[in-house]
């Protein structure tokens, strides 16, 4: 089995900074893309950032200047560093990951990590 597991969310006051982490695990054979979704209450789940193997990175137009993604291929984590937090980030926050295995491949997603940002 494989699992993503994220840490880091919690509450913060509007430009903080928050640092979230997704862990995979498991039977992996390689591991492609890797991102950071988020989904606010009574909205769809929307792609924050990305990140190739390479290194090549995504963001949305919301975040670009304010969210880096990073990843270790050796430890096979992403993590997100948020700076300049605003209401509007609130939500909760997904990693996901393009991952081979010996069976099959696909994207997984992990538990969900909230992000607070409140005054």
């Known amino acids: 089995q494989v699992q993503l597991v994220e840490s880091g969310g919690g509450l913060v006051q509007p430009g903080g900074s928050l640092r979230l982490s997704c862990a995979a695990s498991?039977?992996?054979?390689?591991?492609?893309?890797m991102g950071w979704y988020r989904q606010a209450p009574g909205k769809q789940r929307d792609l924050v950032a990305s990140?190739?193997?390479?290194?090549?990175?995504y963001y949305a137009d919301s975040v670009k200047g304010r969210f880096t993604i990073s990843r270790d291929n050796a430890k096979n984590t992403v993590s997100l560093q948020m700076n300049s937090l605003k209401p509007e980030d609130m939500a909760v926050y997904y990693c996901?990951?393009?991952?081979?295995?010996?069976?099959?491949?696909?994207?997984?997603w992990g538990q969900g990590t909230q992000v607070t940002v409140s005054s």
């Open positions: 498991g039977s992996i054979f390689s591991i492609d893309n």
């Open positions: 996901n990951a393009l991952i081979t295995t010996v069976e099959l491949r696909r994207h997984y």
């Open positions: 990140i190739t193997r390479g290194g090549s990175t």
